[in-house]
Nanobody, 117 residues
Framework: VEIVESGGGLVQPGGSLRLSCAAS????????MSWYRQAPGKEREVVDT????????NYVDSVKGRFTVSRDNAKKTLSLQIRSLKPEDTAVYYC???????????WGKGTLVTVSS
């Protein structure tokens, strides 16, 4: 199993980024996928979840209207489009896979997003 995030970097406030997560080694289409983030000195929090059916997404209030999650089951990828970035969005962003059916979960190693002028 491998989950690899990419797309992080340094961006100015108000800018945009697109994070990607490439998965392999498991049945991606049967897993719920989430983006988590962990800011310096804070606990990891979920920011977005898209179910394996792609029929629902959940948003944390602070990112509503700015973060958009999507998945491509054929390519086994998860994406997070982030707009209007704020300094408080600075964090390591992690890709997470979870299946209640299989009783399994997997984590990527994260990609760092730094929002600063």
């Amino acid at each position: 199993v491998e989950i690899v995030e990419s797309g992080g970097g340094l961006v100015q406030p108000g800018g945009s980024l697109r994070l990607s997560c490439a998965a392999s080694g498991f049945t991606f289409s049967r897993f719920d996928m989430s983006w988590y983030r962990q800011a310096p000195g804070k606990e990891r929090e979920v920011v977005d979840t898209i179910l394996y059916t792609s029929s629902m997404t959940n948003y944390v209030d602070s990112v509503k209207g700015r973060f958009t999650v999507s998945r491509d089951n054929a390519k086994k990828t998860l994406s997070l489009q982030i707009r209007s970035l704020k300094p408080e969005d600075t964090a390591v962003y992690y890709c997470h896979a979870h299946s209640s059916y299989y009783g399994l979960e997997y984590w990527g190693k994260g990609t760092l997003v730094t929002v600063s002028s």
